[in-house]
């Protein structure tokens, strides 16, 4: 099948959090075609180009979230009343009482939530002049202005992008907040808060100016899959509702969720934090009740999504997954310490009593050193594991070779002089250099110079953070049959299910006593380690993830198949011309898939050919236009509006 992928600062560009995961699903996935619809963050990520793409990528196009675009269109008399309405309906929804603290369940009751016509159901088109609004539910109200705006940028071009940033709609948010019935933080916006709110709608709702969205775009896709929800999801709710492409929707990470946390650490305003919290609360609300599927990672992602509306029964639960193969030798054999120590091996899956280069009693910590990773309370934790187990040692390995900005190198600097302040060198005589307990060090030093060597030099992976989603650093532990000790926090108890032990954030005494259990209890790291890997080869694999969503696609499409007549070069219809599966295993020789590309595929150079048949390609009925440049963000021609 065709799969249009859209991401948000991920695939295809060579830095993103999303970049490795989409990598793996793409290129496990051989059997179907992917076409990439990425949206760049910053013009750093896109200086620093694409990853190499395998063979299935038929086409990549890019568009800037950053930036301020101005083409210089402007709308006419017309266009300029239906933007006033649409806007000043969403506008209206965000000020109004509860609109910026609510986001529970919604009505659902004018959307065919499942079926091919969910984002057409409740609206209807009057004469080309946009939807018609049913219902008074503010959920769809802000439906009624989030696709009216997008048949607005459809029809009228590229001038939706300066309208956003214009005066009127300043306006249109001033009047809002001071209509009877807004909430108290709109009362109280100024003129520079609601400029900033403005400039960030226009940002998020950038996507809805593109032209990705007709038969040479996300419209001739079988399945759209968003790597994100938010700004990133838009592009699938617009070819759901343009074209009634079947929406799944994969969050490792609560949008919401980030933005809250965003707003709060930068000090915005409490007006702008409120009507931007309404606006995402919105926008969240209105992707999940379209997604035909919607997957997480974990519970307490879950519980965000379900707190926005999801319907648990369009829910799944799949694990982000991670290479094991790095952290084999480790867990199957116990491993080698990172100076050459052999380890000593027992019991099952190689989880022996881990005699390492720095000894049975080394706690080991990795990751990114920053507050939410809570070094401080590790290390009064290890005061108490040096009073209870005096020649206990501490290996703090961080992942990155610098601190990401000040903040965390302050932090880093601040942890060392604590650890200099109650740990004092020891030397066993009044001539010798004495040795920290507590060393910190990097992955790629003499010490440490793989992530699977850091995890092989100790008999204990410690986790102490107060923050955290998916422990990607635990399941590298448990991939290495590492005895873990963790804090309470994100997703780590569904993690590590019964496999290590699990103390409460910000309780250095309990973090240290677990610590010094388990390095009194040779045998019992022994039976940890061991079940800790099985379960991570079962939950946590790239070959687990890939099979997951390789069912689901076919779920997705077998229960929400796209209505796309295919012809052949005579104008005749081709009957099976559009299987679900189309690129099928066969004996060498035998003819491939009809090719259903309505315009030249626009591919990263450097990259091999689209696989096709050698046929003739088949034809979609009817066709809007060719396919915009590749890496161009082209705004749709008004003559391309009619439908």
């Known amino acids: 099948m065709r799969i249009g992928l859209v991401t948000e600062g991920g695939y295809p560009y060579a830095s993103g959090d999303g970049t490795l995961w989409c990598e793996r699903l793409v290129r496990g996935l051989g059997q179907h075609e992917f076409d990439l619809y990425a949206l760049s963050r910053s013009p750093r990520q896109e200086d620093d180009g694409w990853v190499p793409l395998p063979r299935q990528v038929g086409r990549v196009r890019t568009a800037p979230l950053w930036g301020t675009e101005d083409t210089g269109a402007r709308h006419g008399r017309r266009a300029r009343r239906r933007f006033a309405e649409y806007y000043g309906e969403l506008a209206a929804v965000l000020c109004a009482t509860g609109a910026a603290g609510r986001t529970g369940r919604t009505a659902q009751t004018a959307w065919a939530g499942q079926g091919g016509q969910g984002g057409r159901a409740a609206w209807a088109g009057q004469d080309g002049a946009g939807p018609v609004r049913r219902s008074d539910d503010e959920a769809d109200r802000f439906a009624y202005a989030l696709y009216g705006l997008a048949e ?7 001038g939706l992008a300066g309208a956003l940033r214009s005066e009127s709609a300043v306006r249109a948010l001033e009047r809002a907040c001071r209509a009877p019935g807004a909430h108290r933080e709109a009362r109280e916006a100024r003129v520079p808060d609601l400029l900033g709110v403005a400039v960030h709608v226009e940002h998020a709702l950038r996507p809805l100016t593109l032209d990705w969205y007709g038969d040479d775009g996300l419209g001739a896709a079988d399945l759209c899959h968003t790597a994100g929800g938010g700004t990133a999801a838009l592009p699938g709710l617009l070819a759901r509702h343009f074209c009634d492409v079947p929406l799944l929707v994969t969050e490792y990470g609560a949008p919401l969720r980030a933005h809250h946390l965003a707003a709060t650490a930068a000090r915005t305003a409490p007006a702008v934090r409120s009507l931007l919290a309404a606006f995402h609360a919105r926008l969240a609300a209105e992707v999940y009740r379209q997604a035909a599927v919607i997957t997480h990672g974990n519970a307490h ?11 648990r029964a369009r829910l799944r639960t799949v694990p982000p997954g991670m290479d094991a193969t790095p952290f084999a030798e480790a867990g199957e054999t116990g491993g080698v310490g990172a100076t050459g120590g052999a380890g000593a091996t027992g019991g099952s899956g190689g989880a022996g009593a881990r005699t390492r280069a720095h000894g049975a009693d080394t706690l080991v910590w990795t990751g990114r050193v920053e507050p939410a990773k809570d070094l401080v309370s ?18 703090i390995v961080a992942t990155t070779a610098a601190p990401d900005g000040p903040e965390a190198a302050d932090y880093l ?14 030397a066993e005589g009044p001539h010798t250099v004495g040795e920290n ?14 992530l699977a060597a850091a995890y092989a030099s100790g008999s204990v992976v410690v986790l102490s ?22 804090t309470d926090v994100g997703a780590v108890v569904e993690v590590i299910g019964g496999t290590g032990l699990v103390v409460p954030p910000r309780n250095p005494r309990a973090l240290g006593e677990a610590c010094v259990a388990l390095l009194r209890d040779p045998e019992r790291r022994a039976r940890l380690g061991a079940a800790a890997r099985a379960r991570a080869l079962e939950l946590f694999t790239v070959e687990q993830n890939i099979a997951a969503f390789h069912s689901i696609y076919l779920e997705v499409v077998s229960r929400c198949p796209v209505r796309r007549v295919l012809l052949d070069d005579s104008g005749e219809p081709l009957p099976f011309a ?15 898939p009809p090719d259903r590309r309505t315009g030249p595929a626009a591919r990263h150079p450097g990259t091999a050919a689209s696989p096709g048949s050698s046929a003739a390609p088949a034809r979609t009925a009817p066709s809007w236009a060719a396919a915009a440049p590749d ?12 439908r």
Do not use: I, N, Y
């Not at 600097?413 to 020891?426: G, R, V």
């Not at 890496?631 to 009619?642: F, G, K, L, N």
């Open 152 to 158: 607005l940028a459809r029809d009228t071009g590229s």
């Open 578 to 592: 559009a299987p679900a599966e189309s690129h099928l295993a066969g004996p060498p020789g035998f003819p491939g």
């Open 465 to 486: 953070s107060v923050v955290e989603g998916f422990p990607s650093g635990l399941v590298e532990a448990m991939f290495s049959g590492c005895a873990t000790v963790s």
């Open 631 to 642: 890496r161009t963000p082209t705004r749709r021609p008004a003559t391309e509006a009619a």
């Open 378 to 395: 590790l290390l009064h934790a290890f005061t108490e594991v040096r009073w209870a187990h005096p020649g206990a040692r501490l290996r």
């Open 437 to 450: 307990p507590v060393s910190f060090e990097e992955v790629g030093g003499p010490e440490a110079p793989t």
């Open 301 to 311: 992602t879950r519980r965000w999504q379900e707190r926005c509306g999801a319907d």
């Open 413 to 426: 600097a601040h942890c060392k002089a604590l650890a200099a302040q109650l740990f004092p060198d020891e």
